[in-house]
């Protein structure tokens, strides 16, 4: 899906943030901002937005050794999450609707995005997990989502970021014990890029022990498939149908004509405006029957 103007924008601000938390002088500031807004001019217009961000990242890991910049908040979201896991399995085990909880507990988890925000904190998050029953999802796709994992052999969770892999870990045992002859292969991305999850984060919260985890070894903060590995497009092309998660995922897959499960909150005002709800407002859309964001 093409970025939209905003997209370049928000790359040139994430620029700006990382430039100041690694405290760069202003001369190497001068000639990297010059490079990036270089960089983001020459993009192709067909470019969707997480291809953007990579190669705004690439001119920053060129220039100022930035590594794994997000790793701190990565391993504190971990944390955070880990230490409620095993409050919110009994929550979900517990309930009427053991699917649907899980699910809106999974869809809580893309709120930490520090790619799209840049104010994410633990209080928002308890607030959104404290609330979590109260969300609103598109009760069709719900009924669709929970009949075409019933049919299923193979099921594709591509996960989006790290903390969040912890519901999503949570939400997969779910799906394990509701259809335990379903086979599921889970995604991450290959190198790290702002803090989504890698394989290192989910050896981390133990995601390994539920299903198969492959990278889909990029460094895109995202899942073009003409830019995954071959394992990767192959578990996409075998499946029978996959989940999602966030709004990178969604703006490189979109169009690609996959049964595809979308599952992300609304976070920045691009998704806000065009999807017309309120920030935080969560999404589950079908590849094949979404068309808000045309």
Not at 139 to 151: A, K, M, P, Q, T
Not at 241 to 253: D, P, T, V, Y
Request: aromatic residues 8%; proline residues 3%.
């Amino acid at each position: 899906m093409v970025a939209d103007r905003e997209c370049y924008d928000c790359c040139i601000k994430k620029a700006e943030g990382l430039l100041d938390q690694y405290q760069v002088s202003e001369a190497v500031r001068s000639r990297v901002m010059e490079e990036v807004e270089a960089v983001l001019a020459e993009a192709g217009k067909d470019l969707c937005a997480p291809l953007l961000m990579a190669q705004m990242m690439s001119v920053l890991d060129m220039h100022v050794d930035i590594g794994d910049a997000y790793a701190e908040p990565k391993h504190k979201y971990d944390q955070f999450l880990l230490d409620r896991e095993e409050k919110i399995y009994r929550d979900i085990a517990e309930a009427c609707d053991s699917f649907l909880t899980g699910l809106k507990y999974a869809v809580t988890g893309n709120y930490i995005d520090f790619g799209a925000m840049s104010d994410v904190n633990e209080e928002k998050l308890a607030e959104l997990l404290a609330g979590h029953d109260d969300l609103s999802l598109d009760e069709g796709e719900v009924l669709r989502l929970r009949e075409d994992l019933s049919r299923a052999g193979k099921l594709v969770y591509i996960t989006d970021n790290a903390g969040e892999i912890v519901l999503d870990k949570i939400f997969i045992r779910t799906i394990k014990e509701l259809w335990p002859s379903l086979a599921i292969t889970v995604i991450v991305r290959g190198f790290p890029t702002l803090n989504d999850a890698t394989k290192e984060d989910a050896e981390y919260v133990g995601l390994e022990d539920i299903a198969p985890v492959l990278s889909n070894g990029t460094d895109i903060p995202g899942t073009p498939l003409d830019e995954i590995s071959r394992e990767a497009l192959d578990a996409i092309r075998q499946a029978d149908l996959c989940i999602a998660k966030g709004q990178g995922n969604f703006e490189s897959l979109r169009g690609c004509g996959e049964n595809i499960y979308y599952l992300f909150l609304c976070k920045c005002e691009l998704f806000v405006r065009k999807f017309q709800v309120e920030r935080f407002t969560p999404v589950l859309a079908n590849e094949k029957r979404i068309v808000q964001y045309d």
